[in-house]
Each structure stands twice: as C-alpha cells, then as structure tokens.
C-alpha cells in the first residue's frame, strides 16, 4: 500500500465579507499520491484556487489537517514551516502578473534559492539557475533580460524553473495554462508531463477546461461551491460519471468534432451557481439538481466510496 | 445561398512609435444570409480587429485602411461617414464582447442600456421603451424583467450580462450580429447555456453570425463554415465538417492536434506547435506560418500561396497542396 504524500482532512476555509460569512472551501478532504497528477475542477468561485492556497498554508485554515507526508504542517510553527515550504511549491495562473517585471530572469529563479540559502557562493548559484533554465526549455542567453521580453508561454516556462528551484516534491499547478493560446498550452502540458517522470514530481492542477484536466490528472476531484462533489481516476470520472452536476459539467464541455457535438444530447442547468455566503447547511447542488428530492434540501450528503476508489457525495447516488 | 457581407482584400494596419504593425494583411471572405462563420485563430491573429473593422469601431488613427472593401449588402461600408455609420451600427450589424462586465455602463440601469440605441433612432416614449426593454430581457430569459431593468449591471452574475449584451444587440433586429469570444469569460455550463440561446435566436431571426473564437469545441458546436486566420491572413476555409474531417493546412491540422480530446488516450502526447507567431512589425514575405511548419519547403519562406481549392466551399493557402508540390518538395525540402 503506497502511502499519500498529500492528506487533506476536513479543510475548511471562511472568510468573512460583512454581510456573513463566506464558506469558500468547507470540508474537503482527498488524498495525493506520490508521483500522481490530481486535477482539481470546477467552475469559477466554486473555491478550487482558495482549496489550493489553504492547503499549502498560504492562506490560514479555518479548520482540518493537512499532512504531508504524514507530518500536519497546521500545527507548524512559522519557523518550522518555513523550512517545510520547500517541499511544495506553486505555478500561478497569470504568467504576467506572477513576475516581478524589474527583476532579470535570473533574479526571479534564483530568489527562493536566496531565501533558503542553498548556495554560499553566486556562481553555484547561478550555475543552478542556468540549469533550471535548461530544463524548462529556455538557455543561459535568457537569464539577463527581463519578464517583458517574454512571450506568455516563455513566461510561465520561467515560472515553472522558480518552481522547482528548490527541488520540491510537490507542485500546486493554479491554471497554468489558461491565459494561453491552443498551441502554446500544449508546449506547457507537454513540458509540466516530462518534468513530472524525469524528476518524480506530484502535482495539484487546478484548471476548469475538462479536456485538459482530463488528459494530464491521474486522478479527479470535482468541486462545487466549497464542496467536493466527485473524486475517481480520471478515466472513471469522465466515462462513469455519478454526481448529477459532474454529468451536467462534463455534457457542457464543447467537442471539437462537430458530427459528435451536434448529435450529443446535452443538460443544460438552469441558473447560475448559488452565492456562497451563508450556504444552508444541504446540498449545495440541491437548486440546480433536476433529480433533487426532499432529503437533499436538509442535510449534505457525504463523500462516499460507491465503488471502488470512485467517491460521491450525493443521496441519490446508487439510483444514478 | 445570397451573400449578407463580403469583405474583399482587406486591409488594417496601426501606426505605432515603433512603426507600422500590419495586423490584417489581404483577407477575403463572405457570409451568407441565417449562416454562422466561425474565424478562429490565436491571439494577435488578426480575427478580432477584421471583426472590428466591420463596424468601423477601429480608432482611427492610429489604425488605417490599406486596402480593400466591406460589402455590406452591395454597399462599401468603408466609405461610409461616421454619421452613417451610426445608423448602420445596431440597427444593421450588432457586436457582442468577449467581457461583459467592461462592455457594459456600470452607471446606467439595464432597462436603459438595452433601448439606448432605439430610442436614439426611433424617437420612442418612455413608456413604449420601457415595454421593448422588457421584452427583449424575456426574450434572452433573464426571469424577473420587470425588476431587472431597473438594477445596474453589477446585480448581474456573468452569464446574466452576457444575456443582457445580447438583448442590447438584438434590440433592433440586426441582419448581422458579430460575436467575439462571447463566451470565453464564462464558466462551461453557463457557456452552454449562452450558446443555445445564440442559435435560438438566430433561428427566430434568421440572423448571420461572425463567431470570433479560440474554442474549438465551441467552433464545431455552433458553426456552418470555418476560417481559419493566421498571422493577420486566411489559411484555410471550408464548411465546419471539411475543417474538422479533412483539415489540409498544416496548421489547422496542428491546431486541431494540440487541444485534448475527451476519447483520447492519455499516454497520447499533444501536438504542440513550437515556437511563436511571427512579429507583424515585419511580416514574413511567404507562408507566415513557415518556421514552426514541420513539412515547410524553400519556397514556402519565398512565397505566399495562393488559394487552392479542393471543393467549391473548402480552400487552403499552402504549397503542399499546389498541383505541383509533389515535384517540388523533392530534394528540396528544408
């Protein structure tokens, strides 16, 4: 049995806006293995980038355990945790905003080299960078010049050396490749797939296209409204879907092949998803749900293991 | 099939401090009345400003004509005064925006918003303005029409705004509408939802639509023909099937390689088209899709091709599908 390199217990995070509270993530709990890909999907403010950031701490949980590698870093001290950072590491979605523009190239993808003082002198340092650079696709030409001079997927190629910078074991992937075009996007996955069997990484990649998340995750996660709707291998979750809004989420993705799209019969869900400031304490799905039935409308169903290794938090999931 | 637009050899270029970018560079192409043409491409291909040239929404400097004509019902639209223009625009041809919160007044009540143009050309009463507001928000599906029009555009979520973007377009029955990326800021299930009711209502009005995307899937969903753009020139056209079944330009056939399909096997690797598009500064003289072409020739770096046309509706532009090209690329393959 292999054990998780990424437990998530119960996380919950809330933030308060004035008017109440806002229950962004509310008891989400998964498992990553190592060397896998989870895909995290869902629509936007369904709280996949707040689950993210609270589980590698970057935001303050409101409550739940996060065990990496069987220690809870929750319990941390600031300085401890300092120290466990290195393990995990972040890519962000926006290749322009996530770099600094008055830093060199070399300075973004040495910095967190400098703030672990890995290396005492500047030429390993820099010897580091220019092999980071080498690995990402880029070369030492690129080390001097600045984020500007810099195509979007050039960019988040140098993202991604910063990233691993530290040799980290785990990557949280937030939209990697949203902000790019078609053809550049499939550069980036094809890069983020390669580094992944050459250096044994476990990604968390969170992204709301279903193809892509389909095609890179080993595993799925699907979330809705600060709940976890869904979570199976990727292959079960898209073939065997359970949940009634994953059937609705995967029959609204566009197929590009239009004999296949145009003959296809699609749900279409009424309204808009539900404000997640005081969510009733039910399923969140309850209103959207064309199978919702009274049960639904009082208490939140849990995540269960309908078969195996596929989980669905849904009453009604063995009339599915 | 009676032609509604034909666009001939157009032509825009911007003047910038740092010279001229030549962002549309000969482009022809027409749509048929109660048709929807898909224009995909890339970012900075050129799809967005050809769509904005149609309504003359370019400002003008530093954009400029260099060359070529806008038929819109016979009529060269690019001759046309601003005043001209202005009834043209709305009541003719309609544009719908990628970002429905930027493209709306967020200072202005709906109900007004959507009647705006009318009652500008049509002189209509309060009253009578405010019943046509009403029922263009049911005719988009946006519940409650009698309290929405008079709430401000952020009481809307996004796929609400996007509905009351289309209401606005529709208020005056256009033969045109002209949609670019509508639905890319929105959410999938949302964006299915936005989709139908585009064909809806092109159905109920027999409108023609320009569809401007980067999606794939949202191409081969809602589309009769597809063109596809690159670099600021046409690659290839022909009805949505011809494009997806039989793509003959290499780049079409790349862009169609590097999106994930959802039957596709994982350990698959995904075509992807290295390198960038090139500058427009200073556009290749050839194909200018040349240096990230696996199977470009000598000449291809030379010469542009012209069309070449396998039916009566599907062209492309590439030597690997001249008459001659076999005997060509013989030996001199780069």
């Not at chain 1, 995967?250 to 279409?268: C, H």
């Not at chain 2, 519940?143 to 377009?169: D, L, N, W």
Request: aromatic share 8%; hydrophobic share 40%.
């Amino acid at each position: 049995m292999v054990e998780p390199l990424v437990s998530v217990r119960n996380i919950k995070k809330y933030f308060d806006v004035g008017e109440g509270e806002l229950k962004a993530v509310d008891d989400v709990s998964f498992d990553i293995y190592p060397k896998e890909t989870f895909g995290l999907v869902g629509e936007s403010g369904c709280g996949k980038s707040t689950a993210a950031r609270t589980i590698i701490r970057l935001y303050e949980p409101t409550g739940g355990q996060m065990f990496f590698e069987g220690v809870n870093i929750y319990e941390l001290s600031r300085h401890e945790m300092q120290d466990m950072r290195r393990n995990f590491q972040m890519i962000f979605q926006d290749p322009y905003a996530s770099l600094n523009p008055r830093m060199t190239v070399e300075e973004i993808v040495s910095e967190p080299l400098r703030v672990h003082h890995i290396y005492d002198n500047s030429k390993e340092r820099r010897d580091r960078v220019i092999q980071l650079l080498e690995l990402v696709g880029l070369n030492e030409e690129h080390s001097l010049r600045f984020p500007h001079e810099f195509s979007g997927g050039q960019r988040q190629r140098i993202g991604i050396a910063r990233a691993l910078a530290l040799n980290p074991k785990f990557i949280v992937c937030d939209e990697p490749i949203s902000a790019l075009d078609v053809s550049i996007q499939a550069q980036v996955v094809n890069l983020l797939k390669r580094l992944q069997d050459e250096l044994g990484l476990t990604y968390l990649f969170i992204a709301h296209d279903l193809s892509m998340v389909r095609y890179i995750s080993d595993r799925v996660g699907v979330m809705y409204l600060g709940h976890l709707a869904e979570v199976a291998s990727s292959e079960e979750l898209y073939d065997n879907p359970i949940h009634p809004y994953t059937k609705a989420l995967l029959s609204a993705i566009p197929i590009p092949d239009p004999e296949i799209q145009r003959s296809r019969r699609r749900i279409i869900l009424e309204g808009d998803v539900p404000s997640p400031i005081n969510p009733e304490d039910n399923c969140r799905f309850a209103d959207r749900c064309p199978y919702a039935i009274k049960i639904c409308k009082e208490i939140a169903p849990e995540l269960e293991e309908i078969e195996k290794d596929h989980f669905v938090a849904c009453h009604r999931a063995n009339d599915m | 099939m009676e032609k509604l637009l034909e666009v001939k050899d157009l032509a825009v270029s911007f003047q910038t401090f740092f010279g001229e970018v030549e962002a549309v560079r000969g482009v022809s192409f027409h749509v048929n009345k109660k048709e929807t043409v898909a224009l995909v491409g890339e970012s900075g291909c050129g799809k967005s400003v050809t769509a904005s040239s149609i309504m003359q929404l370019l400002p003008m400097p530093p954009a400029f004509y260099k060359s070529g004509q806008i038929l819109f019902e016979g009529e060269d639209i690019i001759k046309k005064s601003e005043k001209e223009m202005q009834q043209i625009r709305g009541s003719q041809i309609s544009m719908i925006f990628q970002d429905p919160m930027t493209s709306l007044n967020p200072t202005m009540k709906i109900g007004k918003q959507i009647v705006e143009g009318l009652v500008k050309n049509k002189k209509l009463s309060p009253s009578e303005a405010e019943k046509k507001a009403i029922d263009m928000l049911n005719l988009v599906s946006v519940p409650q029409p009698e309290k929405r029009i008079k709430q401000y555009p952020h009481e809307f979520s996004g796929g609400m705004r996007q509905r009351v973007m289309i209401a606005i377009a529709m208020v005056s029955n256009p033969k045109l509408l002209i949609a670019d990326e509508p639905t890319t800021a929105l959410d999938v299930t949302v964006q299915a939802q936005i989709l139908d009711l585009m064909k809806e209502i092109q159905n109920q009005f027999d409108t023609s639509i320009i569809l401007i995307t980067h999606d794939l899937g949202v191409v081969a969903d809602m589309s009769d023909r597809v063109i596809v753009m690159y670099a600021g020139q046409l690659m290839e056209e022909g009805t949505v099937y011809e494009i997806f079944k039989n793509p003959k330009h290499p780049y079409t056939r790349k862009l169609l390689g590097s999106v994930p399909r959802l039957d596709m096997d994982r350990s698959e690797s995904l075509h992807s088209i290295e390198g960038t598009p090139p500058d427009l500064y200073a556009p290749p003289k050839g194909c200018p899709f040349f240096d990230r072409c696996d199977e470009a020739m000598v000449i291809c770096k030379e010469y542009m091709p012209e069309r070449e046309y396998h039916t009566d509706t599907h062209y492309s532009c590439c030597w690997l599908n001249h008459p001659m090209a076999k005997s060509v690329a013989e030996g001199s393959v780069v």
